[in-house]
Every structure is written in structure tokens, then in C-alpha cells.
């Protein structure tokens, strides 16, 4: 079956530094892929997505690439705030849902 | 406001009592399903609703029972809750299955079982 991998947290940072989370999937077929981010005490959010080779998703200053060459959508953001602490999940639509890896805790610092 | 509506948000319970969860969307949306978390284990799938009076089970349904009489209503029934169901509950639903569809959530149900 469909199946995310993403990196174990937590993730933590110093303000302003430079943030990678990885993000590897198995499907069959070509999914579309999600970043989800859920902040204290909330439901998850939509953060971007792509839907095919080579697309990029972009929200709030992060990007994925979806890289089918080697089945990766890796989260990446140039300058983290504070405010960007949270919990991300990486995700990919099956025929029955949207598959989601473990979540990746991060936590940035002032 | 398009939104997924959880209720209730916190709920201790004992084992054996029967209890369900609400969700509702206002979407109009065909797919929902249900999600438990669990720390280091990420988000697993309950159970799914494609349309009206379709359901089918996810990948941890034991446990679990759900219905879906209206479309935008999908909840979650623990006949008898035992403490390996202590979770947080995220309902979550989408336009349909097909295609490019994001999902929306609700803000959760945390679940206590003693």
C-alpha cells in the first residue's frame, strides 16, 4: 500500500536559520503530495501541495519539490520564525485518503 | 465559513461506556473520514465515507463503527471504549477521492478512556 516517510523530530532551531524536514513516498501510480502543519491545540492545515513531477508548492515563504526520481517531497524554508514552531506532516492522496507520515515536530528558538 | 465541526473537544470517559463523536462539514463535500493520532505513529485512518451510506474501514477500524445518513454528517461510534482508544480524533473530509482534493479538518476530539 501507499506509505510516507518523513524525518523524526523534534526538529529544533535557532530564529532565522535554514529548515529542511524530509519527506519520502511509496504509492502506486503518481500521488499528489501534501505539507500539513497542525499548531498547538488545532486541526491540521493545508501549508501547499503538488500535484505532479516537478511542481512546486510554496506557502508562507516554504517549498517542496516533487521529485519523482527519487520520490521526495522535502519541506524546505530559508528563514524560520518563532512562529513557525508546530508540528508538519508530509501526506499523499490514495484511492481511500490521504496517507500521512509520522509528523515532524518543530521547534524554533528566539 | 467553510469549515469541519468536532464535538466535543475533550471527553473522559470509562471503559465500557458507549459514546459517540459528532462531525459535521458545511461543504458539501462526498469524502470524510476519521483519523486517530498517536504520538509516533502520525495520523491512522478509521474509517471512510465516500457518499451517503458508504463507508468502508481504514487501516485501525477495530473498535470503531461509523454511519453516514446525511452527507454532512459522518460520526464516530465507540460501542464499547477500552483505554487503547485514549487518542486525539481528527474528522476530516474532502470534495471526493478523485483527483486533487485537499482535506479539511476539524480541531479535534481529545479522548481519555479509564
Known amino acids: 500500500g501507499d506509505s510516507v516517510t518523513q524525518m523524526e523530530g523534534p526538529v529544533t532551531l535557532s530564529e532565522e536559520a535554514f529548515l529542511t524536514i524530509n519527506c519520502t513516498y511509496t504509492a502506486t501510480g503518481y500521488p499528489s503530495l501534501f505539507w500539513y502543519v497542525q499548531y498547538p491545540g488545532e486541526g491540521l492545515q493545508l501549508l501547499l501541495k503538488a500535484t505532479k513531477a516537478d511542481d512546486k508548492g510554496s506557502n508562507k515563504g516554504f517549498e517542496a519539490t516533487y521529485r519523482k526520481e527519487t520520490t521526495s517531497f522535502h519541506l524546505e524554508k530559508g528563514s524560520v520564525q518563532v512562529s513557525d514552531s508546530a508540528v508538519y506532516f508530509c501526506?499523499?492522496?490514495?484511492?481511500?485518503?490521504?496517507?500521512f507520515g509520522s509528523g515532524t515536530r518543530l521547534q524554533v528558538q528566539p | 465559513e467553510a469549515q469541519v465541526t468536532q464535538n466535543p473537544r475533550y471527553l473522559i470517559t470509562v471503559t465500557g461506556k458507549k459514546l459517540t463523536v459528532t462531525c459535521s462539514q458545511n461543504?458539501?463535500?462526498?469524502?470524510m473520514s476519521w483519523y486517530r493520532q498517536d504520538p509516533g505513529l502520525g495520523l491512522r485512518q478509521i474509517y471512510y465515507?465516500?457518499?451517503?451510506?458508504?463507508?468502508d474501514k481504514g487501516d485501525v477500524p477495530e473498535g470503531y463503527k461509523v454511519s453516514r445518513k446525511e452527507k454532512r454528517n459522518f460520526p464516530l461510534i465507540l460501542e464499547s471504549p477500552s483505554p487503547n482508544q485514549t487518542s486525539l480524533y481528527f474528522c476530516?473530509?474532502?470534495?471526493?477521492?478523485?483527483?486533487?482534493?485537499?482535506?479539511?479538518f476539524g480541531q479535534g476530539t481529545r479522548l481519555t478512556v479509564v
Open positions: 476530516a473530509s474532502r470534495l471526493h477521492d478523485r483527483g486533487v482534493t485537499e482535506a479539511f
Open positions: 461543504m458539501n463535500h462526498e469524502y
Open positions: 465515507s465516500m457518499n451517503v451510506e458508504v463507508t
Open positions: 501526506g499523499g492522496t490514495g484511492r481511500r485518503a490521504l496517507t
